[in-house]
């Protein structure tokens, strides 16, 4: 047997656990010769070159049955194709890594440029956005409010809520024209998608805003509104649609209602003299 390797020894080489070539064994994707006489396992050198290769598809993220079923039928083009499509799962998950890298980018700096800017009044040119409003104020129970998300879904589902973590809710011009500043309703903003579906949303236009950024629980949002609002009023502005409310840190991403952090985007424009 000097020209064979034991399980220990083989292990040892190929720094992998004796568990880990016992269950190769057992599902026969690589067996080892018995010594009935010892009980030990031996693997030839063929088995050496074998395992190998097992491992090389292994360490490209290769699954076990896949393996299994090439070993039972090799040949080049069987290789070529095993390849290319773990390629194709490569840059899939590499397209999603990269997705998800974005939205944690876009998370942090939200987060890190709206602390510089909290409780200081603002005014941005903010683009268009579409989507769809849906009104709370005329569901009078939780039931009602979950139908109304189901029947949505299709928007959720590609949605920035998605991409952002965080909420939009809004105020109609006619309520905080009538200093109504609690009749609330959700915003699902939709991010880019063919002309054909584009058709079926809501629209906000690009607009000047003027927006307040700031800490603490929701309760405080009305002072807020009141706040902007009387700056539309003494700058000569009046209000030209829909509020948007950014709930950027809320109760799911914060325990305490002391760390949430809203900004309300009102749009304006000036008053005719």
């Known amino acids: 047997m000097k020209d064979k390797f034991l399980i220990g020894e083989l292990s040892k080489i190929f720094n992998i656990s004796t568990d880990t070539l016992r269950h190769y064994d057992k599902i026969d994707l690589i067996k080892p010769e018995y010594d009935d006489k010892n009980g030990y396992r031996y693997y030839s050198i063929r088995n050496f070159f074998k395992l190998s290769r097992i491992l090389f598809f292994k360490n490209i993220d290769i699954s ?8 039972g039928n090799k040949n080049t083009t069987n290789l070529l194709s095993l390849l290319k499509k773990k390629e194709e799962e490569i840059d899939i998950k590499m397209n999603r890594l990269a ?6 980018q876009a998370k942090l700096e939200l987060l890190e440029n709206i602390e510089g800017e909290l409780d200081q009044i603002i005014v941005k040119n903010l683009p268009q956005r579409s989507g769809k ?3 709370m104020n005329d569901f009078q129970n939780d039931f009602e409010i979950k139908q109304a998300f ?12 998605l991409i952002e973590g965080q909420i939009y809710t809004s105020l109609s011009k006619e309520n905080m024209d009538k200093g109504i500043l ?29 927006c307040v950024a700031f800490l603490g629980p929701y309760r405080d949002m ?12 003494e700058n000569g502005y009046q209000i030209a649609g829909d509020s948007i409310e950014k709930n950027i840190v809320d109760y799911d991403f914060a325990d305490s209602e002391n760390e949430y952090i809203s ?5 304006i424009i000036k008053k005719w003299k």
């Not at 997705?99 to 944690?104: A, R």
């Not at 189901?150 to 809520?161: D, H, P, Q, R, V």
């Not at 009305?222 to 009023?233: R, T």
């Not at 900004?263 to 749009?267: D, G, L, N, T, V």
Request: net charge negative; aromatic share 14%; proline share 4%.
């Open 64 to 71: 076990l049955s896949e393996i299994k079923k090439y070993m």
């Open 99 to 104: 997705n998800l890298k974005k939205k944690i």
């Open 133 to 135: 409003f849906l009104d």
């Open 150 to 161: 189901k029947m949505n879904e299709e928007y959720l589902k590609i949605s920035s809520w």
């Open 182 to 210: 609690n009749k609330f309703r959700y915003f699902i903003e939709i991010v880019p998608m063919d002309s054909e579906f584009r058709e079926q949303l809501d629209v906000i236009p690009e607009n000047e805003y003027v």
């Open 222 to 233: 009305g002072k807020h509104y009141q706040m902007l609002i009387k700056w539309i009023e």
């Open 263 to 267: 900004e309300i985007q009102i749009p």
